[in-house]
Each structure stands twice: as structure tokens, then as C-alpha cells.
């Protein structure tokens, strides 16, 4: 079982940054991928970040390429999102996602954190 805890979230204005945070339970954090989405009342989630296991390789949505830096620490057992030049279309709540590389079954979320930037 791996419990997620965001952090981070809050309002912003329209070009400044925050810093979201996941801290994850459990002694096995470097054995899952970990995914940041985001969720708008009554949209699908949408994938925003994404980095494996070891931290090698991220992927990024296209509407945050540039903008949004994924990144972990596995002695910290956590990962952050660092959101620059925010816009007020970044709004949403952003939800940690940790899925294992080797078992599907082990797929966990966090509670999300919600994110208001302003005009």
C-alpha cells in the first residue's frame, strides 16, 4: 500500500510559479512511475507530467512543455512539480498518480491539491 500526500497548492498570479509536492508512503518508491494530473469540474483528468521510476526520463503534456519541470527524490520519497509562468488556464486540481513498474494492480492517487491562477 502506498499512501500520497500533495502539497503546494494555492493561488497565483498569471506568470508566477508554484511548487507541488508529493510525498509518498511506503519503502518502495523507487519502484513507481510517478504522474502528475490535473482535473477541471467536469473535464477528463489530464495527464500534465510524467517521470519513471528512476528519474531518467519525464514526458510532459504540450500545454506545459517549457513551463513545468518534473522531478523526484527517491531518498525523499517524493515528487515535485515545479509550475513557471502559470496561466490562468493552469487552474485545476492536480492529483499525484504512482503506478508500479512491474505490477499494474499497484496503481495509487493522492487526494489532489487545487490550483487557482489568477488574471
Known amino acids: 500500500q502506498v499512501q500520497l500526500v500533495e502539497s503546494g497548492g494555492g493561488l497565483a498570479q498569471a506568470g508566477g510559479s508554484l511548487r507541488l509536492s508529493c510525498a509518498a508512503s511506503g519503502r518502495t518508491f523507487s519502484d513507481y512511475a510517478m504522474t502528475w494530473y490535473r482535473q477541471a469540474p467536469g473535464k477528463e483528468r489530464e495527464l500534465v507530467a510524467a517521470i519513471t521510476s528512476a528519474g531518467g526520463s519525464t514526458n510532459y503534456a504540450d500545454s506545459v512543455k517549457g513551463r513545468f519541470t518534473i522531478s523526484r527524490d527517491n531518498a525523499k520519497n517524493t515528487v515535485y512539480l515545479q509550475m513557471n509562468s502559470l496561466k490562468p488556464e493552469d487552474t485545476d486540481v492536480y492529483y499525484c498518480?504512482?503506478?508500479?513498474?512491474?505490477?499494474?494492480?499497484?496503481?495509487?492517487w493522492g487526494q489532489g491539491t487545487q490550483v487557482t491562477v489568477s488574471s
Open positions: 498518480n504512482a503506478h508500479h513498474d512491474y505490477v499494474p494492480r499497484l496503481n495509487y
